[in-house]
Each structure stands twice: as C-alpha cells, then as structure tokens.
C-alpha cells in the first residue's frame, strides 16, 4: 500500500503512523454533554467501503493527514493535510 | 558550543566493498529552520541575504557554495555548513542547534542505489529522486534524511545515537550487493 503524501509524494505505507478515525477532528464543545463525548470517544462505523482515517507520516515530514481509502477495494482516494481541515468534513 | 564526537562509533570508516565507499562527512553546524506560521517568505528571504540560499520547496535542496538548505519536514529545513545569522533569522523561525545530533556518511560507487534499495522503502530510481533531491524516509528501522547529489553519490544522515547500527546495515549490504554481481545495470 502506498499514500501519496501532499508534501513528499508516493510513499510507502511503512513510513507512516494510523491513528484512527478522522473524526478525531470533530472534538466536541468541552460543555457538550457526555453522550456527544462518549460518541467522540468510543463509538466507531466500521464500514464496508469509503473510510476517512488520520494518519501520521512519522517516517518522512512529519506532517497529519487525513486519508480517504475503500476498505474493500483498497484504494486510496484521497490524501490532504489535517492541517486547515475543521471539524472532520474536509 | 560543545561538539560531540561521531568518530567511536564511526572508526571503522571509510569502508569499501565493490568500488563503492561508505564514508563519514563532516557537515560543519547544521541548524534546523522552522519558521513561525505565516512567516515562510520572510524566513527565504531572511535567509537569501545572510547566507545565499532559499527556504526550499519540499524533497528539494538549496545550494550557494558550501552552504545548503535541506527541506526537512513539513515547515522545516536544516541549514547545512555555516553558523547561522541568528540574528537575521531568529525573528522568522525557531533555530535550534542540531549540529551533534546527526551522524553523516557518504555512499559512492556504482551500486550505490541498490545498496540503498535493500534498506528504504523510497523510490530510488532517477526518474523520481535526482540528483539535488532530498528525503525523509526510512534506512532500515532508522529515520533518515537521503539526499543524492551525484548519479552514483548519496548522503544519509541518521540520528548520532543510531551510527553503528547504520554502520552495520550499509556495510552488510554492501558486501550483499557486491557478492551477488555488483550494481544492477538497467539505467536510472
């Protein structure tokens, strides 16, 4: 697998950290109530097809971006920094 | 400033295997370059006056005689050979002093690239990292910055700490590459 890094082009999956769900972006107001933290926190889609996902190229620039890829197909569709992208909808 | 020593862990250098030579370089100060948000111009022209060369654009590296500027990382460069003009500089970017925290070694000789091939994940061939190219990648297990300034020509730097495991790995798989017929001959 491959992921085109906006800054340093192809590169091998290897080089880069998964984190998760881009809705990491998304953090609640700090007086939401808890079900909206609990929905942040713990509660996860696993779905079959498109995914957006942060991941961390710590082996190259250093940089957050949020990688739009198909679970079934395994294509990557996307690649953008995090960096700008507020509240998760790119 | 204080300069810590490569040479410990580097006393078996230079190393030769099949017309390529492993050797250590002595970069002169190299100081890393990350300019506060919104000042990336201010900072290439802070730095085209003091000392000749630009802020450079990613995987790129700007060069005025002994001086060079390595992209390394998102809003990051090292400044590569002089001291720098802090006083120049320290109003567009945090400077920070990196001079003793990397080991820097030369790679030379046909081959060259495929002993690099059996250690990173980046593409190698020229047609994608030419000569005037530099990267963050991977050697190994190790973070690196690859730079290649010659057809046949690298520089790899690696964290101090990490030398004699760099050492190790070049040189296994120099001798690897010899052992099996020398550099593979499609161009690139």
């Known amino acids: 697998m491959r992921i ?42 696993n779905p079959a097809g498109e995914t957006r996902d942060l991941w961390f190229h710590e082996a190259g620039c250093g940089a957050w971006l949020v990688v739009t890829r198909n679970t079934v197909s395994h294509d990557v569709l996307s690649v953008a920094l995090a960096d700008g992208i507020r509240g998760g909808a790119g | 400033m204080a300069r810590l020593l490569v040479t410990p ?49 990613p995987g790129r590296i700007s060069t005025s005689g002994t001086t060079r500027c390595l992209w390394a990382g998102r809003d990051q460069a090292f400044l590569v050979g002089p001291a720098p003009d802090s006083a120049a ?5 945090a400077l920070t002093d990196q001079s003793d925290a990397w080991a820097v070694m030369r790679l030379d000789g046909p081959g060259a690239r495929d002993v690099l091939a059996r250690l990173t994940p980046l593409d190698l061939r020229a047609q994608v990292f030419e000569p005037g190219h530099t990267a963050r990648t991977l050697l190994g297990q190790m973070n690196a910055v690859l730079s290649r300034d010659a057809a046949n020509g690298y520089e790899i730097m690696v964290f101090r700490s990490m030398t004699a495991t760099a050492l190790h790995e070049l040189t296994e798989a120099m001798k690897s590459v010899t052992a099996q017929g020398g550099a593979d001959p499609s161009p690139g």
């Open chain 1, 4 to 45: 085109t890094c906006p800054l340093c082009g192809a590169r091998d999956r290897r080089e880069f950290h998964y984190m998760g769900d881009a809705v990491y972006l998304d953090r609640p107001d700090p007086v939401a109530p808890a079900v909206a933290w609990d929905d942040y926190l713990h509660l996860r889609d």
């Open chain 2, 89 to 93: 500089l320290a109003d567009h970017a």
């Open chain 2, 9 to 57: 862990a580097t006393g078996a250098l230079p190393v030769t295997a099949g017309g390529m030579t492993l050797s250590l370089t002595d970069p002169g100060c190299i100081t890393s370059l990350a300019p506060w948000r919104g000042a990336g111009m201010a900072l290439s022209k802070a730095l085209r006056a003091a000392h000749g060369v630009d802020f450079p654009d």
